[in-house]
């Protein structure tokens, strides 16, 4: 099997950008180009760090939420040992507040993060390189460059929500047309199919000649009517929301959504594992279930990865959504109420906790009756 290398990740919102903005660290050698400190110590030294950067600058691309800001304090780090002997080190600083403002979607978490970088700059400015050469780009750059990055990560949040409504003002437009068709399949085709299989009744009760061929017959295409009623009724089902067509379309826009946001989506089993069980309601609520939590997962989990699992016991049928982000904090909030209370008027439950790495969801309604599962 081949396997594909990357520098960076198949992420269609970066682009080429990120290839030209490491072009930047050639700033490190502005200082032994213009002679300042021109010695082979600081060729060195600013070749080294240069080499120690290159590799966390691409991870740094890879990662996020607090990964990511570990990754910036390391490239922080190169900058406070470059610092005594090349001013220029203060491009490292810049690039380590990028990556902090980017690992936080929240202004005051993104705020925080880069007053990190502002610290380990200032007391390096302090008490490795005291110069105004230094200590101007750096916090200048700093401030600018690290709000620079907290605004692209509040972007690509926005991007990801407008992915999602956008997928939903279409798969609610597919919903309602499948929905009109199957009122027109059913109100002309099931009443015309029903009016054949009682014109075939007739035929059968009056036949005077040939009484036992004519019977045949008229046996047979009341037969054939009946069963092509039950097609209707069938094509119908698949035309409805039920029987998992609207859930498994919500996957695919929920799965767009969380890929934008640099969330890895992954499903375990499928609606397919208790689709004839769902009727509209049932698979509505579900569906609203899966983008509340995904929507949750990209807002506030700060999660690498989101997975949704589909099972159907013998008792319980339902979905369990989970992440390994942060972990639910506070109280729930109006979402996750009023999911609760969805759930409960259909007679199903709702559970969400927190675990050491990420938060669990889980939905689950009883198994129907022989006779309600006929209906669905």
Not at 316 to 339: A, S
Request: glycine share 10%.
């Amino acid at each position: 099997m081949k396997l594909a290398w990357r520098l960076l990740p198949p992420d269609p919102h970066l682009g080429w950008v990120p290839l030209v903005w490491v072009l930047y660290v050639g700033f490190v050698f502005l200082v032994p180009v213009l002679g300042e400190f021109a010695s082979a110590q600081v060729w060195w030294a600013s070749t080294a760090v240069t080499v120690l950067f290159l590799p966390l600058y691409f991870s740094a691309y890879w990662v996020t939420g607090w990964r990511q800001l570990v990754l910036a304090v390391l490239i922080a780090l190169l900058g406070v040992a470059l610092a005594p002997v090349n001013t220029g080190a203060s491009t490292f600083f810049v690039y380590a507040a990028y990556f902090a403002g980017l690992s936080q979607h929240r202004i005051r978490d993104a705020a925080l993060a880069i007053g990190l970088v502002i610290i380990i700059a200032g007391l390096t400015a302090a008490t490795l390189a005291p110069t105004i050469y230094f200590a101007g780009p750096t916090l200048l750059g700093v401030v600018i460059v690290g709000f620079l990055g907290s605004h692209f990560a509040q972007q690509r949040v926005r991007q990801a929500e407008l992915h999602m409504a956008r997928g939903e003002v279409a798969a609610l437009a597919r919903i309602a047309e499948r929905d009109r068709i199957a009122g027109d399949l059913h109100d002309l085709l099931g009443h015309t199919l029903s009016v054949i299989a009682l014109k075939s009744e007739l035929i059968a009760a009056v036949a005077q000649r040939d009484a036992e061929r004519a019977g045949r017959e008229a046996t047979e295409v009341q037969g054939i009517a009946r069963r092509a009623l039950d097609e209707v009724r069938t094509a119908v089902r698949g035309y409805t929301v039920g029987a998992g067509a609207g859930l498994r379309q919500e996957l695919k826009v929920v799965g767009g959504s969380l890929e934008s946001a640099s969330v890895e989506f992954i499903v375990e089993g499928g609606p397919e594992r208790f689709a004839q069980r769902l009727d509209a309601a049932r698979e509505g609520v579900v569906a609203l279930a899966v983008r509340e939590a995904t929507t949750n997962v990209i807002r506030h989990a700060d999660a690498k990865r989101c997975w949704i699992e589909f099972f159907d016991d013998h008792e319980v049928y339902g979905v369990e959504i989970r992440d390994d982000g942060r972990g639910l904090r506070g109280r729930p909030g109006h979402g996750l109420l009023g999911m609760r209370r969805r759930v409960e008027a259909l007679g199903g439950q709702l559970s969400v906790r927190r675990e050491s790495s990420g938060t669990r969801l889980r939905l689950s309604f009883a198994r129907p009756s022989d006779s309600e599962e006929a209906q669905v």
